[in-house]
């Protein structure tokens, strides 16, 4: 069972829309992930977090915006919504703060669909 | 850039059949290496993971991989297939040093398994 936490599951929202997608982490993970899937294809990071008040930009270029205020909440932002924005977001979480590295835990996904 | 490359797309096997799926990354210094599964509705799971010792690892569910450095491979094996590993599985690669903890993920591999 999963500690990472991600809602709404699935999202259909109009061109233009706000939208922000949570992520929710019980495990004290210092270092939380933003990737984003298509069928088919490979996830790309796109946003990243070592702790709190950091923030970075992943390897693919994205319109989205993260915040990270307190270490067990990583939102995603899509200012204005649009069809290209249409994919799977998923969110992970890594830990201990320092030394080994052991791996993500993954949340469920959210699935968005912009028409 | 790294990169991690998945040859095997799409498998379908029958039950009791073996089963290898390939894996090469491409970074020239030590890396840590995974493979996730992910199965039909579900988050993905951590199966196993490599990061230094023998190069052979064994995971949950009976998944074994082997890291040939000298091949930049991490080939994932199971001798015998249920119906239940029908999923998509992932590799992933990170630089061992720096513990940034960004992991690169190949396109995946979609096993089917027929009863």
């Known amino acids: 069972e999963a500690d990472i936490y991600q809602t709404p599951r699935y999202l259909v929202i109009g061109t233009g829309k706000k939208i922000t997608l949570e992520c929710s982490q019980t495990?004290?993970?210092?270092?939380m992930y933003w990737y984003q899937q298509d069928p088919g294809m490979e996830l790309h990071l796109i946003h990243y977090s070592y702790g709190v008040n950091s923030t970075e930009k992943g390897d693919l270029s994205s319109e989205s915006t993260v915040s990270r205020i307190r270490t067990e909440h990583f939102p995603l932002t899509l200012e204005s919504a649009r069809p290209s924005h249409t994919s799977q977001y998923l969110c992970a979480s890594s830990g201990p703060g320092t030394g080994e590295f052991y791996g993500y835990t993954f949340g469920s996904g959210t699935r968005l669909t912009v028409v | 850039a790294q990169s991690v490359s998945q040859h095997n797309h799409h498998v379908i096997l029958s039950e009791a059949a073996s089963l290898e799926l390939g894996c090469n990354y491409s970074?020239?210094?030590?890396?840590?290496l995974f493979w996730y599964v992910q199965y039909p509705g579900q988050h993905l799971q951590l199966l196993l993971k490599?990061?230094?010792?023998?190069?052979l690892v064994k995971g949950i569910k009976g998944f074994e991989a082997e890291f040939i450095k000298s091949k930049f491979s991490f080939n994932l094996r199971k001798p015998s297939v249920q119906w239940s590993d029908t999923a998509e599985y992932f590799c992933a690669v990170t630089p061992s040093s720096g513990n940034t903890g960004k992991l690169i993920f190949g396109q995946g591999t979609t096993l089917q398994v027929k009863p």
């Open positions: 970074y020239g210094g030590t890396v840590n």
């Open positions: 495990m004290g993970h210092d270092k």
């Open positions: 490599y990061f230094s010792g023998d190069p």
